[in-house]
């Protein structure tokens, strides 16, 4: 099997596994004891914190430990839903964000707050024009995706910073399929909150982050113990949340890399070759994640195409809504054509792919 879905999951980096041995044969002490056990595990955390921290240039106390990008989005847009309902109760949003934005935004509209979606040009990309349209007097946040899992295009969120800060609006970004991918950084994007998943960054599945400015405090999702600052009861993960600093340094050491960029324009300039304008680029050609294809095979069915290519893993959008014949609601946002859109495959391609894999990939297509 060619793996080219490293957008849905990575596979975990060697070295990540390597470093969570120690916490699963004999470092277990639970981070809340007094004993040395406890103590070295609380270290361990704050030492993982500190790598999660300096990967997205902002301070240790800044991050919360969660369970993934799901859970922080949601403690996110529901925090600030709750703790500052006196100030305002309007939310905006767009219509190409992932279902842990849109499905919490949908819960919060059942309680009564007020939720806007800001359009997208034809490449999947918001405009701060459009942001700065949709802003009332009641509008406490902004949460727009930094880039898009389907089609890798990469939102203008320093644009969109300098409108929330104008009218005094706190900003949100899901940056899950961003973060070790191209550098991401919270100072230079002006955001009061980010949300990060382990298993997009080579760790395990079951572990992520949020980003939460200092000086701003919010409702917790979770309640119980004082774990976390008080921001997040349960005990901490230590296994995993060790796995998630090693794969942030790791990041931190690689980002700058050309080889997959270079290896996902080999992969698109060939298909070029091979079908001609029967294909299409389904993303903004340059603002794109530098791993990510979602390409349009004209007059075809995404699904048919990769049961043909059947040792090659890729996805037909979003693995979220794998097995949907219709077409992309995020496609659809963008207006893409029907012909491109019902053909869409998305190749994302990883730190383990190869030269020789896309070869072979390109090799069966030449038999389609």
């Not at 992520?208 to 901490?236: K, M, N, S, W």
């Not at 090693?246 to 324009?265: D, G, N, Q």
């Not at 050609?285 to 791993?291: D, F, K, Q, S």
């Amino acid at each position: 099997m060619i793996y080219l879905d490293y957008n849905a999951t990575t596979p975990i980096d060697p070295r990540v596994a390597e470093a969570m041995i120690p916490f699963i044969r004999s470092e277990y002490g639970n981070p809340s004891s007094g004993h040395d056990l406890g103590v070295r595990a609380k270290c361990a955390v704050e030492e993982a914190r500190g790598k999660v921290a300096a990967l997205l240039g902002c301070r240790a106390g800044e991050i919360v430990f969660t369970s993934g990008g799901s859970e922080s989005n949601n403690y996110i847009l529901k925090g600030v839903a709750h703790t500052f309902k006196k100030k305002g109760n309007h939310i905006i949003t767009s219509s190409i964000e992932h279902p842990s934005v849109l499905n919490p935004c949908r819960y919060l509209e059942s309680l009564g707050v007020k939720i806007s979606f800001a359009p997208v040009d034809r490449y999947g990309r918001v405009s701060a024009d459009a942001i700065e349209g949709l802003i009332t007097s009641g509008t406490i946040l902004v949460t727009i995706m930094h880039s898009n899992n389907e089609t890798g295009t990469i939102q203008p969120i320093r644009e969109i910073s300098n409108v929330c800060r104008k009218h005094g609006v706190f900003l949100h970004t899901d940056a899950a399929q961003s973060i070790g991918k191209i550098p991401v950084k919270v100072e230079e994007l002006g955001v009061d909150f980010l949300s990060l998943a382990g298993h997009k960054l080579y760790a395990p599945k079951g572990i992520g982050a949020a980003f939460v400015r200092g000086g701003i405090d919010i409702e917790p999702l979770i309640h119980g113990a004082g774990h976390e600052q008080g921001r997040r009861a349960g005990t901490e993960n230590v296994i995993f949340e060790v796995a998630l600093g090693k794969a942030c340094e790791i990041s931190e050491s690689e980002i700058k890399s050309s080889i997959v960029r270079e290896l996902t324009e080999y992969f698109y300039n060939n298909l070029k070759i091979l079908f001609g304008d029967k294909v299409t680029l389904n993303g903004h050609p340059i603002e794109r994640l530098p791993n990510t294809l979602n390409i349009g095979f004209l007059d075809h069915e995404g699904f048919a195409i990769l049961n043909k290519l059947f040792d090659v893993a890729a996805s037909t959008g979003s693995a979220c809504h794998s097995g949907l014949t219709s077409i992309s609601p995020v496609l659809k946002a963008m207006g893409t054509k029907e012909r491109a859109a019902r053909g869409a495959v998305r190749f994302s391609l990883g730190r383990f792919t190869t030269k020789d894999e896309i070869d072979s990939v390109l090799s069966n297509f030449k038999h389609l």
